[in-house]
């Protein structure tokens, strides 16, 4: 099952000419889910991988760079016809938000459902959750983890047809949980894989609820406001800094981290430097940059730049 991350947008608070507000689409399998909703988040996917399928919508706090581009989009997917539904999530006060906004964006055909979280809450989807947890920034703010169910064991298929099991649908079946003629799943399967973690944090300065939810995850979206010498101003703020950012990589044992939400007050190269001086599998992902996040035998997640290969060649 395929997981990766696009980021249609990394900068914080205004954009510049190389970064738009922030917003990240997450696709696994066939799920689409849009995390943040800056200015201009349409226009970025249009002008990169087209404007998704997207189910749902998570946003992380209400902070007008981080949702300002929602009632656009809300309005263009009514005039292309949508017919699926697409749910809202957010923290405390989305409903009022969103509902102070309808005149901007009318009613729309598709059934928008708009629904509040609180600190462990789980968004279940099929093999996996979207938990939010609480981050330490002004006034209700969440970040988000997505958290794969285990996996069932390897399948040994030696041990499976010594013990007289036919190949075909009955390896199916003990693969899916079964007990097929005596054979249970238990006798020709491994112990559980996990499951891949990915953890988006939203605005906020390195707190506990954040190193916790981060804890041994496959990539983390940490924002990175600030450089070291603005320390104060991030934490006045409720912000990181890249090294900030970096420790708590380190205190949680991630296995990537990934800085967004860039000042235009510093150029990329230091905000990266700062970070990898403290936690060295630190990238900097520009707009329309992906991260694709293997299954755990196949490797750790790793950057890809934009445009893509096929892209590039055309």
């Given at each position: 099952?395929?997981?990766s ?15 738009g507000?922030?917003a990240l ?12 909703c800056?200015?201009?988040?349409q226009r970025?996917?249009v002008?990169?991988i ?12 209400f ?12 309005k263009?997917l ?10 809202v999530y957010g923290p ?15 009613n ?7 629904v509040?979280?609180?600190p ?6 099929d ?15 969440l970040g ?10 390897r399948f040994?298929?030696?041990?499976a047809?010594a013990?007289?099991v036919?190949?075909g649908?009955d390896?199916?079946r003990?693969?899916n ?5 005596g ?8 112990a ?11 605005d ?20 990175s406001?600030?450089l070291s010498e603005d320390?104060?101003r ?8 890249a090294?900030?950012?970096a420790e ?9 981290l ?9 150029p ?23 991260i694709e ?7 750790e997640?790793?950057?890809v ?5 096929e892209?590039?060649?055309?």
């Open positions: 099952m395929d997981l991350i696009f980021f249609a947008g990394t900068g914080g608070s205004v954009p510049s000419a190389r970064r507000l922030p689409l997450v696709r696994r399998g066939g799920d689409r889910l849009l995390f943040d800056g200015e201009g988040t970025q996917l002008s990169s087209g404007l998704s399928d997207f189910s749902d919508v998570f946003l992380t706090h902070h007008a760079d981080h949702w300002l581009g929602l009632p656009g989009m809300l263009t009514d005039l292309r016809e949508r017919s699926a539904s697409l749910t405390r006060g989305l409903r009022e938000l969103l509902g102070s906004l309808r005149r901007v964006y009318g729309t055909r598709y059934e928008l459902d708009l509040e979280l609180a462990g809450d789980t968004v279940r989807r093999a996996y959750a979207i938990v939010p947890f609480p981050v330490d920034h002004r006034g209700p703010a988000y983890a997505l958290v794969e169910d285990q996996r069932p064991g040994d298929v030696a041990r047809e013990l007289g036919r190949p649908p390896f199916g003990l693969q949980g079964e007990t097929v003629d054979v249970s799943p238990d006798d020709v399967l491994g559980a894989r996990p499951g891949r973690k990915l953890v988006i944090s939203g906020t300065e390195p707190c506990p609820s954040l190193a916790l939810a981060a804890e041994h995850a496959d990539l983390l979206v940490c924002e406001t600030f320390a104060d991030a934490r006045e703020t409720g912000h990181s800094t090294r900030g950012a708590l990589a380190v205190e949680a044992k991630v296995k990537l990934a800085l967004t939400h860039l000042s235009i007050r510093y990329a190269a230091d905000v990266r430097e700062e970070a990898q001086a403290v936690f060295a599998r630190t990238v900097v992902p520009r707009d329309f940059d992906t996040i293997p299954l755990p035998e196949r490797g997640a790793e950057l730049h934009w445009p893509p290969p892209r590039a060649a055309v």
